[in-house]
């Protein structure tokens, strides 16, 4: 399984970025997939899941509203629309998928600073 992500930047508060993340080699559609996310000295935390075969989403409640996690079955790949951003939402957001196991992506810089 790969997972490629990217779409990471730099926006001033109440921007938006999307995040993509292509995932490859799983085989079937059951799997999850989605995104967590590490701040500075702070520990990963999981920001909002998909579940590839049915398209049911998931949000934590700090980024609910905010962002929306949708997929494109014909790119194999998950996208992550994040809208109205704050600072506090500045991180590195990795790709994760969960087949059985974990699977995890390279981290994509998201930074929200005026």
């Known amino acids: 399984v790969q997972l490629q992500a990217s779409g990471g930047g730099s926006v001033r508060p109440g921007g938006s970025l999307r995040l993509s993340c292509v995932a490859s080699?799983?085989?079937?559609?059951?799997?999850?997939i989605g995104w967590f996310r590490q701040a500075p000295g702070k520990e990963r935390e999981w920001v909002s899941g998909?579940?590839?075969?049915?398209?049911?989403?998931y949000y934590s409640g700090s980024v609910t509203g905010r962002f929306t996690i949708s997929r494109d079955r014909a790119k194999n790949t998950v996208n992550l629309q994040m809208n109205s951003l704050k600072p506090e939402d500045t991180a590195v957001y990795y790709c994760?998928?969960?087949?059985?196991?974990?699977?995890w992506g390279q981290g994509t810089l998201v930074t929200v600073s005026s």
């Open positions: 998909i579940v590839y075969s049915n398209g049911n989403q």
């Open positions: 080699g799983f085989g079937s559609e059951h799997y999850a």
């Open positions: 994760y998928g969960f087949l059985g196991t974990d699977y």
